[in-house]
């Protein structure tokens, strides 16, 4: 397997300043969808491109509220989403009912994050929805870019708090949890498993059960590290910082691959060039190896989409009006019958097959072994941690080797 190729500290954070969507929805692609260029990504973010597999029949059941098909009749909403089969979904159960229910044309974009903040600038605002990894919310909410949710229309009774924000709304629950292959004999109970790895010999390289591969990322990888040295989920944040790198160096040398694409990880599970992995769990279904590769959701790390209205949307009242419907119940559960991302609305488990919501990230019995990724940390330190991580990567392991290393070389 080819290592990851290193992507230059300078491209990386610039691209981050630019305020690049790096999550699990956003899509690699050129073209923004509205003649402008997209804007280039620090990191591939491919989608494969498949069809959402239905797990059960479409729950038909009537939305609350929705059965005016007059009621935005001769309005157009523009929504920005980032394609591939997320999108395809987010068709099917958000924006074709939500046009039948209330009469709106429905027109999608290419989503784009610089793209979002110049017609915001220009105050040129074509967009009324974003799709977008909630890591950003905070930060283009702090830039004056957007429109606060009114939760006088977005019902937030039945969603989960973590996801009801100021200016953003989730869409949809994902987790990056530990990857192995099916019938191994050294399946992990926790991340202290994961960095449990036998010593290397000089030149010696990891392979099969002992290699391992890490998302190039400090969000995550970071939180990952400091539960391997015993750090309690609860007492995450604000990170320990010395001790999660600390921890990574134990682990580096056994490293086979930083991934940056999400398929990485899981095919280096899935063929056995590696023992355990972190990896998006989704995509453990988009490569359809589930029956090949086995999670933990011990100690996974829980994160979001949102919906987002720029400030200056020129269709605002239907905006809120469009978010409220996708977080009711019943387009909530569409959703996930369609692709394993977890609802945001607790009634949305009740309406779909029991052996469906067990594998979803925020099922009760899943949601409660993981930590919620820190949106306000991450926002206010993923630029600087990003730089951090960087240079730790590419500096030499004998340079940043710990303590404990040390007093063996002696």
């Known amino acids: 397997m080819k290592l990851a190729r290193r992507l230059s500290r300078r491209t990386l954070l610039g691209a981050m300043a630019g305020g690049v969507a790096v999550g699990v929805a956003a899509c690699g692609g050129d073209d923004s969808g509205n003649g402008a260029k997209a804007t280039e990504t620090p990191e591939p973010t491919e989608t494969p491109q ?38 395809d979904a987010q068709e099917e159960a958000f924006f074709d009912p939500f046009a039948e229910a209330t009469g709106v044309k429905i027109q999608i974009k290419r989503a784009d994050l610089g793209e979002l903040r110049s017609q915001v600038e220009d105050e040129s605002v074509a967009w009324d929805v974003v799709s977008v990894p909630m890591e950003e919310v905070l930060g283009l ?103 999660a790198f600390a921890s990574l160096d134990r682990i580096r040398d056994h490293v086979l691959v930083w991934w940056q694409e999400g398929k990485e990880s899981i095919q280096l599970v899935a063929s056995g060039e590696a023992g355990m992995a972190s990896a998006w769990y989704a995509r453990i279904w988009q490569l359809d190896l589930v029956d090949t590769v086995r999670v933990q959701w011990f100690g996974g790390m829980l994160s979001a989409d949102a919906w987002i209205v720029p400030r200056g949307a020129p269709n605002a009242d239907i905006a809120m009006d469009f978010i409220n419907y996708a977080t009711r119940a019943v387009p909530s559960a569409n959703f996930a019958r369609l692709v394993p991302y977890g609802p945001v609305n607790k009634d949305s488990f009740a309406l779909l097959r029991a052996d469906r919501a067990a594998v979803l990230p925020s099922a009760a019995a899943n949601k409660a072994v993981q930590f919620v990724q820190n949106w306000n940390y991450w926002a206010d330190n993923r630029v600087t941690l990003t730089e951090r991580f960087e240079d730790w990567l590419q500096t030499a392991p004998e340079e940043t080797a710990s303590p404990a290393a040390d007093e063996a070389a002696d």
């Open 50 to 87: 498949l069809t959402p597999t239905p797990t059960q029949d479409v729950i038909a059941s009537p939305v609350a509220g929705y059965s005016d098909p007059t009621k935005w009749q001769g309005r157009t909403l523009t929504i920005a989403a980032w394609g591939g089969d997320y999108q």
């Open 141 to 243: 909410a702090h830039g004056n870019y957007l429109e606060p949710i009114d939760y006088q229309v977005v019902d937030r009774t039945a969603l989960f708090d973590e996801i009801a924000l100021q200016y953003g709304t989730g869409a949809a629950f994902f987790s990056t949890v530990m990857a192995y292959p099916l019938g191994t004999t050294q399946a992990p109970a926790d991340w202290s498993d994961f960095w449990d790895v036998p010593p290397l010999a000089p030149d010696e390289k990891p392979e099969g059960l002992t290699a391992r591969s890490l998302r190039r990322s400090p969000v995550g990888t970071l939180e990952f590290a400091l539960l391997a040295d015993g750090v309690q989920p609860d007492a995450l944040y604000p990170l320990d910082v010395e001790r």
